[in-house]
């Protein structure tokens, strides 16, 4: 075979493999937040808005942003992320509001993420064909189609390009000579800061270079690898520090508040370790991979428990294989900590996000997994190569499987909130959403139905009684539909809302003429 081939054959056997996975993702529609940022965003539909990402008004609230009117130009965003942003601009002047568009683009960054991380790991292990695995594994992981499927986790696509990209140009710069070794380096500081720009998950990046440089170059001595700051780390601390000031002083988020559930060091800690060994389970057995509900504080764990425990050992584990493998098997020992240091923004021990569990958060971890197995699985071509790629297509089949099964979850809004009371039945905001995908497709019976679950769930979940008196109003069922307002608002004590809600009403019966109706809502604002 001709080696221009062979050089171009990864690639294309990575384009290949990564349509026939996703294929079926291509007629998804829109779902969960992508209404936030996407279909319900006007931000995104002018060019004329683009210079307003460097604006305060870029941020907002969710809660502020569902409610806002047609004119408001937030993006939607509850932190700086304007490359995300901008590529929602791309999309919208391509494909207007066909998701199609949208998912073909989010499967497009996908492939390529595949392809630069077989770049990277070419670069890293010098086997081009433990690379391509690795990477294979990575574009057909099940973990990884919660990020793909839906357009608003965009975000974590992109920080892995950036990230990946940043990282080959490090170790470009480290191999270079002078002139070309300061481009290289300036051009990874700049993929640094676009990745910050996509995710703040990408702050790990300086932390992964110092293990790569404490293994392979420094040849285990960390202390050594610190030493390298002044040259080869400073430029990453100050792209850090530039980064932070953006964050924190020219484009702050006072809206921005952290809504976890547990409270307490300890219950944080217990709510980590299981999180953590829920991951490890995923990544390495993925089985049971499901859509987390934001909000759900089942996942709060309060007690040493025994899923505790287990998670505890898990980790521990790996932990020791890691420190016993840096010595001889230095590869693999990259592999593990990669996987627990990228993790590190959102282990939430000291609470920074809303949400406490979610597939999307292990895109960038996976790759050091699926390194891993990559690895372990050639470990059998001492013996005989076939066996070990018997196996990589054995892996791969599975992964590929699951996954194009798990992209059918999100055909929509109701398939996707369905699977989320599977797995937990006795989340009412869950019963809440499902409702409302319910009722945006017309089966309005179906959606009081799920209103009327969320509300027996929980007896004080103002927002079903409001979803439910919106969907009896619009049946045009007054009556019931002042009786649920009346119910939600009286959690809230918002009696200004209820006058407003009764002349209203009264407003919309008389239209109709249906003036006895009208004038008992009227009397309502009165009393």
């Not at 006007?42 to 409610?67: G, M, Q």
């Not at 939430?348 to 997994?369: E, S």
């Not at 996707?416 to 409302?436: N, T, V």
């Given at each position: ?20 996975v ?5 007629h ?18 002018s ?5 307003l990402?460097f ?43 066909n ?15 595949a ?95 110092m ?18 700051f002044?040259?080869?780390?400073l ?28 409270e ?8 980590a ?14 089985l ?19 899923e505790?425990l ?20 230095k590869?693999e ?21 809303n ?26 071509s ?9 196996l ?27 699977e ?37 769930l ?10 439910l ?19 939600g ?39």
């Amino acid at each position: 075979m001709p080696k221009k081939l062979n050089k171009f054959l990864p690639f294309v056997l990575i384009i290949c493999v990564g349509f026939v996975v996703y294929a079926n993702s291509l007629h998804n529609s829109f779902v969960w937040d992508d209404y936030w940022n996407i279909t319900n965003n006007n931000f995104i539909r002018s060019w004329k808005n683009l210079p307003l990402i460097f604006d305060k008004t870029y941020l907002a609230s969710p809660e502020s942003f569902v409610s806002s009117n047609s004119h408001h130009l937030g993006a939607g965003e509850i932190s700086f992320r304007p490359v995300v942003t901008l590529s929602y601009f791309s999309d919208y002047a391509i494909w207007g509001l066909n998701p199609f568009g949208y998912h073909l683009s989010n499967l497009l960054l996908h492939i390529a993420n595949a392809s630069i991380l077989y770049l990277l790991l070419a670069m890293f292990i010098q086997n081009k064909l433990i690379a391509l695995a690795a990477a294979l594994f990575f574009l057909a992981h099940p973990v990884n189609t919660e990020a793909v499927n839906v357009i608003n986790f965009r975000e974590d696509l992109l920080v892995f390009f950036f990230f990946a990209a940043s990282l080959i140009t490090y170790l470009k710069s480290c191999v270079l000579k002078e002139k070309k070794q300061k481009i290289a380096y300036l051009f990874s500081l700049a993929m640094f800061l676009l990745a910050l720009f996509s995710k703040e998950m990408a702050l790990t990046l300086p932390l992964v270079i110092m293990l790569y440089d404490a293994l392979f170059v420094c040849q285990g001595d960390f202390l050594q690898a610190w030493r390298r700051f002044k040259s080869r780390y400073l430029g990453y601390a100050c792209v850090l520090l530039f980064y932070f000031w953006i964050w924190g002083s020219l484009m702050p988020n006072p809206d921005r508040m952290v809504f976890y559930p547990a409270e307490g060091f300890l219950k944080n800690l217990f709510t980590a370790l299981t999180i953590v060994g829920t991951y490890i389970q995923w990544v390495f057995l993925p089985l049971g991979i499901h859509n987390i509900v934001p909000d759900n504080s089942c996942l709060v764990v309060n007690n040493f428990i025994p899923e505790v425990l287990i998670s505890l050992l898990l980790i521990s584990c790996l932990f020791a294989l890691a420190v016993k493998k840096y010595a001889y098997a230095k590869e693999e020992s990259f592999s593990i900590f990669w996987f627990f240091i990228v993790l590190l923004p959102v282990y939430n021990i000291l609470p920074v996000l809303n949400t406490i569990m979610g597939a999307r958060f292990l895109y960038i971890p996976v790759a050091g997994v699926c390194l891993l197995l990559a690895l372990w699985v050639f470990k059998f071509s001492s013996i005989q190569k076939s066996v070990s790629i018997g196996l990589t297509v054995i892996i791969l089949f599975v992964f590929s499987l699951i996954s194009f099964g798990r992209s059918t979850v999100y055909r929509n809004n109701i398939s996707l909130w369905q699977e989320m009371i599977k797995f937990y039945p006795r989340c009412p905001s869950a019963h809440s959403d499902l409702g409302a995908s319910f009722e945006s497709a017309g089966l309005k019976d179906q959606a009081i139905s799920e209103y009327q679950a969320a509300i027996k769930l929980e007896p004080r979940y103002t927002k079903a009684y409001f979803n439910l008196g919106n969907c009896y109003y619009k049946m045009n069922l007054f009556q019931q539909a002042f009786d649920e307002y009346k119910k939600g608002l009286s959690l809230v004590e918002l009696k200004k809302n209820l006058v407003f809600l009764s002349t209203n009403l009264g407003a919309a019966f008389r239209a109709k003429g249906r003036d006895k109706e009208a004038e008992y809502f009227f009397q309502q604002a009165k009393d």
